[in-house]
């Protein structure tokens, strides 16, 4: 897999300092967007934290995630979180390196106190230094806040004085499109109180192996119950050793959100999110569905990225956000004239490129700037570039008088073999007769043979409604 190398550069290390007047946090920012454009170290905030312990516990969680890779942890190494500055919140994000584990720490109105949020994201640097010094900030006395360099230092920087080069695989960039797909189709499944969060989290394990058998968990009243098997109403935990970082929060704790696509007794695993309510802020963990498997690989943005008009459609759709923590679909649709269903297509564009996640406490979009562009997201697609070549060979073939089985039938040749792609049953996807499909029934996106169907199918579509 291919990777690119981010290079952050930082005015200082962040660093937990004592001023004359207290203690004070300051975490240094690099090459950030804000509504001005880009900025080479954005400040975002200076204020105080409500909750110092809480606040310390959670950006640890946070960078414990950025340094794990669950699946091969002999390779981890320490990446750079984010953080989007949205006028009302302050929001840190990760992702495992592996590609399988989202983490993010929304530190929401009533954790801070004082001082203007304003916009933007950037990335901050979190050393091992650092780390340490967050792990022994106790309670007793209020923590100062600083996203970004000191209010002096933005007007007399003339250089970097750390830089750091971090290794982005595609697989890791491509995890925050695919999360939010994934996120964006949970519902709420279970929620529990402070002694049961405790009590729940206390008896998953620290440690397991990638292959371990996949658990499941079905709300009994107040509690959540354990089985093998999934069923209606159940929620996927696979790998629960991938939750240990929770631990870092356990002891301010106030509850347990449990969320998931719905399940039935022959569900294969399935993509959880795990949302710990903490005061004045929330952590929120997103576990893809087996701990081989990278959120990178699922295909789910696929569908979306095919479409000819979505490109457009995402370049419209984007003037109007500005760093909202929530965007409202409909309100978009009314704003652009497009439909709803563009609109949620143009957005899972724009997650592509990073500037569009998903919050599901809130069931809402949230916008965001990362250093990403769509157009790689397309050309580092395997199965996206083989749909486009076969489009493009003419080895699309659709069959005559097969209108009324609910979707396109065609024929696809490719190499020596072809394969027939229709819809399936009761449903918008469709299936294929090709080695992937009956590996995957869908469940990791469509197959190339599928998506070349799809685009094929949109440019017929569109050239004779020009006609």
């Known amino acids: 897999m291919t990777s690119n190398h981010q290079a952050y550069a930082y005015a200082q290390p962040s660093a937990v300092r004592t001023t004359a007047r207290g203690t004070a946090l300051g975490l240094e920012t690099s090459g950030g967007v804000t509504p001005a454009g880009p900025v080479a170290r954005p400040r975002f905030y200076s204020g105080f934290l409500t909750r110092p312990p809480v606040a310390a516990a959670g950006l640890l969680a946070i960078a414990d995630v950025a340094a794990a890779r669950y699946h091969r942890p002999e390779l981890a190494r320490l990446r750079d ?28 109105g009533d954790g801070l106190d004082g001082g203007e949020i304003r ?27 600083r996203v970004g360099p000191e209010e002096l230092a933005v007007t007399t920087l003339d250089g970097p ?35 049961d969060t405790l009590r729940f989290l206390r008896g998953l394990p620290r440690t397991g192996r990638p292959g371990a058998a996949v658990q499941w968990l079905l709300p009994t009243g ?13 929620v996927c935990l696979p790998g629960p050793w991938r939750l240990a970082t929770l631990h870092r929060v356990l002891r301010h704790a106030t509850g347990l959100r449990l969320y998931g696509p719905p399940a039935a007794a022959d569900s294969p695993p399935l993509a959880s999110g795990w949302e710990v309510q903490l005061p004045g802020m929330r952590l929120t963990l997103v576990l893809s569905p087996a701990v081989v498997r990278g959120f990178s690989g699922e295909g789910a943005v696929l569908e979306a990225l095919a479409g000819d008009e979505t490109a457009a459609d995402a370049e419209l759709v984007a003037v109007l956000l500005a760093w909202e923590p929530r965007i409202d679909p409909a309100d978009l649709a009314a704003r652009s004239g497009l439909t709803r269903d563009r609109v949620r297509a143009a957005l899972v564009r724009l ?24 157009d790689r997201a397309e050309r580092h697609n395997p199965r996206l570039v083989a749909a486009r070549a076969l489009v493009a060979e003419g080895a699309v ?11 396109p039938v065609a024929d696809v040749r490719s ?53």
Do not use: M
């Open 119 to 145: 916009h933007g994201t950037t990335n901050v640097d979190v050393n091992n230094p650092l780390r340490d010094a967050l792990a022994r900030i106790g309670g007793g006395d209020p923590l100062h806040l």
């Open 397 to 407: 073939t659709f069959r005559e008088g097969a209108a009324g089985t609910g979707g």
């Open 222 to 234: 107040r509690a959540l119950r354990p089985t093998s098997r999934p069923a209606p109403g159940a």
């Open 415 to 467: 190499g020596d073999r072809v394969h027939l792609v229709r819809p399936v049953p009761g449903g918008p996807a469709l299936s294929c007769t090709c080695p992937w499909w009956a590996d995957h029934r869908g469940g990791r996106g469509p197959c190339k043979h599928a998506l070349a169907v799809r685009i094929a199918h949109r440019r017929d579509s569109a050239s004779l409604e020009h006609r």
């Open 81 to 108: 979180p984010v953080v989007t500055a949205q006028g009302d919140r302050l929001r840190f994000e990760s992702f495992s390196g592996c590609g399988g584990v989202y983490a993010r720490l929304d530190v929401l």
């Open 161 to 195: 004085v750390v830089e750091k080069k971090v290794p982005l695989p595609e697989r890791w960039l491509r995890g925050f499109a695919e999360t939010q797909v994934f996120s964006a189709a949970f519902d709420l499944r279970a929620e529990l109180g402070a002694a």
């Open 351 to 374: 997650g592509t490129a990073g500037r569009v996640g998903y919050d599901t406490a809130e069931a809402a979009y949230f916008h965001r700037e990362l250093p990403y562009d769509t």
